[in-house]
């Protein structure tokens, strides 16, 4: 039916995308198909209408919708980023951040190599690939991270339950090293890592929800007081 579990050709509440296009590396869009639980990725190296994805994470098959807390399922993920460098190193590393809204986390996949059912390597938000807790903290991602943005060394998560952006150091982040359970460096929208108010405020944030970054900039949308936040970097 409509809008419900399709095989390899639709999704059910599609939300963030990401491309990976570097210079190495296939043109693959990737799509995070909300409520069947999985990300979606196309090769669009050349493109057709309806055409079937070649891969799927966080299922097994193109047919399954199941939700879970493992290091290969998600539960309702939403933002979805790529760090990649291909183009400036001859070593180059590549990897996918999935907003796994309520699993309070953001997993890390090597996208070096991707085959459907693909397991991340890296958690964010959680000390281990198995846990959803919702306590806030420095580690946690509380109130479920939403759209998530990353440069050459941070990542942004926009946690809107939360009014705050979390900021983590990804620099060590690589395909043969793990940074699972690192604390924040930084946060936006709060005074303090344990707090999450909603304030109307240059320093506070109401639902923050959408979020980009330029080399000089970082964009939040602020939901629930219609605007756009602006902040140097």
Do not use: C
């Not at 993920?77 to 999935?98: E, H, K, R």
């Not at 938000?125 to 919702?134: F, H, I, M």
């Not at 990353?150 to 939360?162: E, H, K, P």
């Amino acid at each position: 039916p409509p809008g419900g579990l399709e095989t390899s050709g639709r999704r059910k509440l599609p939300r963030g995308l990401a491309m990976l296009n570097g210079a190495t590396t296939t043109n693959h869009l990737f799509v995070a198909d909300w409520n069947n639980n999985r990300v979606m990725v196309f090769d669009v190296s050349s493109i057709t209408d309806g055409e079937n994805a070649v891969y799927v994470i966080g299922q097994s098959s193109f047919t399954t919708a199941t939700q879970g807390t493992t290091a290969s399922t998600f539960k309702n993920p939403v933002g979805l980023a790529i760090y990649d460098n291909s183009a400036t190193t001859s070593t180059p590393n590549t990897m996918l951040f999935v907003a796994d809204s309520n699993n309070y986390r953001v997993p890390v996949f090597d996208t070096s190599a991707i085959s459907t059912g693909m397991s991340a390597f890296v958690v964010l938000g959680q000390q281990n690939l198995t846990s959803a807790a919702t306590s806030i903290n420095t580690t946690t991602l509380y109130g479920g991270p939403q759209m998530i943005a990353v440069d050459s060394t941070y990542l942004y998560v926009s946690s809107y339950n939360a009014n705050r952006v979390m900021i983590f150091d990804i620099s060590g982040t690589s395909n043969s090293g793990a940074v699972t359970g690192e604390a924040a460096v930084n946060v936006l929208g709060q005074s303090s890592f344990t707090s999450s108010g909603q304030a109307t405020t240059q320093s506070g944030l109401s639902v923050p929800y959408g979020i980009g970054v330029t080399p000089t900039r970082l964009y939040v949308g602020d939901w629930s007081d219609y605007r756009i936040m602006i902040y140097d970097l």
